[in-house]
């Protein structure tokens, strides 16, 4: 098992910058590759970005260019910079986490939130215009 709690989202105006952070607990943490989703009212819950163990990162479209994933391993945390914020950004963010052998970020497999077995309880980001 392994516990994931993020921290760090809030209001914040457009053209803004706000970081998340994400927390593990349980099993070694070196073994799971990790995923941010967000989730905006009324809408399915959609990939972000995905990092590897191993550091290889890959990013939405739609986000690429103004975010930023991060992990320490040491800390057992990930983090999501998010700059450039925009009104459309405003949804619910997560963390999750997949096991790396089944998880492929290179592959582009930790593109589906099918493939996460462990989710976080989510923080709020609201990016007013």
């Known amino acids: 098992q392994v516990q994931l709690v993020e921290s760090g989202g809030g209001l914040v105006q457009a053209g803004g910058s706000l970081r998340l952070s994400c927390t593990a607990s349980g099993r070694i943490f070196n073994s799971f590759n990790l995923g941010w989703f967000r989730q905006a009212p009324g809408k399915e819950r959609e990939f972000v970005g995905a990092?590897?163990?191993?550091?290889?990162?890959i990013y939405a479209d739609s986000v690429k260019g103004r975010f930023t994933i991060s992990r320490d391993n040491a800390k057992n945390m990930v983090f999501l910079q998010m700059n450039s914020l925009k009104p459309e950004d405003t949804a619910v963010y997560y963390c999750?986490?997949?096991?790396?052998?089944?998880?492929?970020?290179?592959?582009?497999?930790?593109?589906?939130?099918?493939?996460?077995?462990?989710w976080g309880q989510g923080t709020q980001v609201t990016v007013s215009s």
């Open positions: 999750a986490a997949c096991d790396r052998n089944w998880c492929s970020v290179a592959m582009g497999h930790a593109r589906s939130r099918e493939k996460y077995d462990f």
């Open positions: 990092i590897s163990w191993l550091n290889t990162i």
